[in-house]
């Protein structure tokens, strides 16, 4: 029997589904595993997926009363996409494993979420755009502290070893190391590179912050273009890094922010709408926590 945690009008939320879901926040916010968090990782991620988990749940159901259910290639592509954030799919299924998603489970957690993403594009579709009026006045409001911000054109070379903890895989990079140049590096890593990326010599085309392993983002982005560095290990294994060209932040013109503003103001007011259906949602919504010792999510008024 499993553990049921809440009731959305009379659909049960597990204990498992809670789990799925704070493991789901923890891979993307944190790039960790549960069992990986900190106390205060942890607390936070429980609080903000059980939230969404709600939130999401009142969304699907009312996506299926709408006969709204994403398709099956839909899902399959998004999972093809994360797959490409790691080494190789095996990778990536057994990082899923480890956090105790099975591949059932995770596609289910797909499908919900690609299903409540859809509904929400149907029912937000017809919120207007920014006059031209709001655009100017963002302009003027947030013009001149706006940014390109530092990007750079890296390539790296992995030898595998999740954790980092493999000597013999950190000599091997540390001898790599040694050996390469920019001129030999795309050829070291077409030859030695456990990632995908070994086939265009280990580039990985331009990147910002935020966007790869903490680890090696510390390393990439302080060093100048032609510059190699290593080893430094991640949660894939240890890597040699080449900066094969940097462009530093700027200030944006008003012709390169006026796009931006205008998605940051569209985006404002797609989430203003969601929360208002949200919120109408919920007020119709029976809702019942059984767990005390989950935290009360602060958009619902009172518990059920």
């Not at 879901?21 to 607390?43: C, F, N, P, T, V």
């Not at 994360?82 to 080494?87: D, G, I, V």
């Not at 099975?102 to 929400?120: E, G, I, K, W, Y």
Request: with cysteine; hydrophobic share 45%; glycine share 6%.
């Amino acid at each position: 029997m499993p553990d049921i945690i809440a009731r959305v009008n009379g659909q049960p939320l597990t204990r498992n589904d809670l789990d799925n879901a704070i493991q789901g926040y923890a891979l993307q916010h944190y790039r960790k595993s549960m069992d990986q968090l900190s106390a205060e990782q942890l607390r936070q991620a429980t609080e903000l997926a059980l939230e969404q988990l709600l939130a999401r749940q009142l969304l699907f159901l009312q996506a299926l009363a709408g006969g709204i259910v994403a398709p099956v290639p839909a899902i399959e592509a998004e999972q093809e996409r994360l797959c490409a954030n790691f080494p190789s799919a095996k990778e990536f299924f057994a990082t899923l494993a480890k956090a105790g998603i099975s591949p059932a489970d995770h596609f289910r957690m797909l499908r919900q979420d690609l299903t409540v993403n859809l509904f929400c594009e149907r029912q937000l579709a017809e919120l207007a755009p920014p006059t031209a009026t709001e655009l100017e006045r963002a302009w003027n409001e947030q013009g001149p502290r706006l940014q390109m911000p530092l990007k750079i054109r890296a390539a790296h070379l992995l030898i595998r070893d999740p954790g980092g903890q493999s000597a013999p895989a950190r000599q091997k990079c540390a001898a790599l190391a040694a050996e390469a140049t920019p001129e030999n590096f795309a050829a070291l890593a077409r030859q030695h590179s456990a990632c995908p990326s070994a086939a265009s010599g280990g580039d990985l085309g331009w990147v910002r912050r935020g966007t790869m392993a903490p680890e090696f983002e510390d390393l990439a982005f302080d060093l100048p273009a032609g510059a190699i560095g290593g080893p430094v290990a991640t949660q894939f294994g240890w890597h040699l890094v080449l900066v094969l060209e940097r462009q530093e932040a700027r200030p944006l013109s008003r012709e390169e922010a006026l796009p931006q503003l205008r998605q940051k103001l569209h985006e404002e007011r797609r989430n203003q709408a969601l929360q208002a259906l949200v919120r109408d949602l919920i007020a119709a919504a029976d809702i019942r926590l059984f767990d005390a010792t989950l935290p009360w999510p602060s958009s619902l008024s009172s518990p059920g």
